[in-house]
T-cell receptor, first 117, second 114 residues
């Protein structure tokens, strides 16, 4: 079974600065998907960025980018020019490409990001 | 306008009571999911359904049951609620676009079992 670990329960960043959230995972599969989800106080789960394991290029979405290290099984999220609205819980998630896995997302425990004005 | 809605948003119940959490979607997606979120554990899959006649157990299905009444509706029941089922519950749908799957989450139901 796959596991996802987020070793930083809480992080803080100064507004306009850059912060990196860590995620590691364990899998025996060679092809899979990785995701970062944001959960603001409204509780809504919002997809921030996704990475396909067979793609070597790191995904980027505006101020959000990832550092995907497949051999190290590491998938960190970098938030540039942090804004107050970035304050939220961030979850790293893994999904197998195998149909029998039910497209289940396996989540890490989350990192709470605080943004200081 | 919310594409995935959950009712109720918050619920307090007592041990032993039967309760139902409801989920509706207007996205027209075949695949629907129920997750629970506990502090420090992220979200874990309870049940999933690929269509009205296809329902499958997830990682933590014990103590729960589901009903897929229609493509748009997927309900989660706790037959006899217990305090360790206190959690935040999420419904989700998913679709495939351009070879990629995306899951869309509802706003969550916060359940407290006394």
């Amino acid at each position: 079974a796959q596991t996802v670990t987020q070793s930083q329960p809480e992080m803080s960043v100064q507004e306009a600065e850059t912060v990196t959230l860590s995620c590691t995972y364990d899998t025996s599969e060679s092809d899979y998907y990785l995701f970062w989800y944001k959960q603001p106080p409204s509780r809504q789960m919002i997809l921030v960025i996704r990475q396909e394991a067979y793609k070597q290029q790191n995904a980027t979405e505006n101020r959000f980018s990832v550092n995907f290290q497949k051999a190290a099984k590491s998938f960190s999220l970098k938030i540039s020019d942090s804004q107050l609205g970035d304050a939220a819980m961030y979850f790293c998630a893994y999904r197998s490409t195998f149909y029998n896995a039910g497209n289940m997302l396996t989540f890490g425990g989350g990192t709470r990001l605080m943004v200081k004005p | 306008d919310a594409d995935v809605t959950q009712t109720p948003r918050n619920r307090i119940t007592k041990t032993g009571k039967r309760i139902m959490l409801e989920c509706s979607q207007t996205k027209g997606h075949d695949r629907m999911y129920w997750y629970r979120q506990d502090p420090g554990l992220g979200l874990r899959l309870i049940y999933y359904s690929f269509d009205v006649k296809d329902i499958n157990k997830g990682e933590i299905s014990d103590g729960y049951s589901v009903s897929r009444q229609a493509q748009a509706k997927f309900s989660l029941s706790l037959e006899s609620a217990i305090p360790n089922q206190t959690a935040l519950y999420f419904c989700a749908t998913s679709d495939w676009t351009e070879g990629q799957e995306t899951q869309y989450f509802g706003p969550g139901t916060r359940l407290l079992v006394l």
